[in-house]
């Protein structure tokens, strides 16, 4: 018996009726998955519960003080801000140059509110006074001074012929070497021979 595939004149109302309540059953469970169940009391709730939380006593309660206290001050920061500080916190930068004052990020910090920066060998940021651990952290300092939230401060380093950290910490080894011993090197040489390969 072979099998052919209908035709469109061969889809009845039934099936898409069908396909429609099943995408609605879907969508229903996938709401239901995402609701907040913490303030509701639940009917098959049990004193078996209770007595499992009150078992780990203050164990606990510290760490959800500390959680709540959290997000409390996350939620009032969040109210608190324009929306053009909100669509700010989504981008993160690259800049040119080494001195924070003499760059664009001050006015990219303070006035338009970007969550982060991230730092370019190739856009000179880590020459002369950022060629430095302390000198990058002054900057970061100073970054920071001009940002109501804390900065995501970021780079591409990936180690090997990548390593765009050599001017504050050296040379780092590649990924490759980093491998714990239990995995197999074989994929390693297959992509070194296509790298060289690719190279030619």
Excluded at 179 to 195: A, F, H, N
Aim: proline share 6%; aromatic share 8%.
């Amino acid at each position: 018996m072979q099998n052919y595939p209908l035709k469109r004149t061969q889809l009845t109302h039934q099936h898409i009726l069908k396909s429609f309540l099943a995408c609605i059953c879907c969508l229903f469970l996938f709401l239901t998955s995402c609701a907040d169940t913490t303030t509701g009391n639940s009917p098959n709730t049990s004193s078996q519960g209770s007595q499992t939380t009150a078992s780990k006593g203050n164990e606990n309660s510290y760490e959800s003080t500390l959680e709540a206290q959290r997000l409390s001050k996350v939620k009032a920061l969040i109210s608190g801000m324009s929306l053009d500080e909100k669509i700010g916190q989504l981008i993160i930068v690259e800049y040119f140059g080494s001195d924070y004052a003499n760059t664009a990020l001050p006015y990219m910090v303070g006035q338009q509110h970007v969550g982060g920066y991230l730092y370019q060998q190739i856009n000179h940021n880590f020459e002369y006074p950022s060629n430095t651990i302390d000198g990058a952290k002054q900057f970061a300092d100073a970054a920071n001074k001009d940002a109501k939230i804390p900065l995501l401060i970021a780079i591409d380093q990936e180690g090997g012929v990548v390593n765009k950290l050599s001017t504050l910490f050296g040379d780092a080894p590649p990924p490759r070497t980093w491998q714990p011993p239990e995995i197999p090197t074989k994929p390693w040489r297959r992509d070194r021979k296509m790298l060289t390969t690719c190279n030619r």
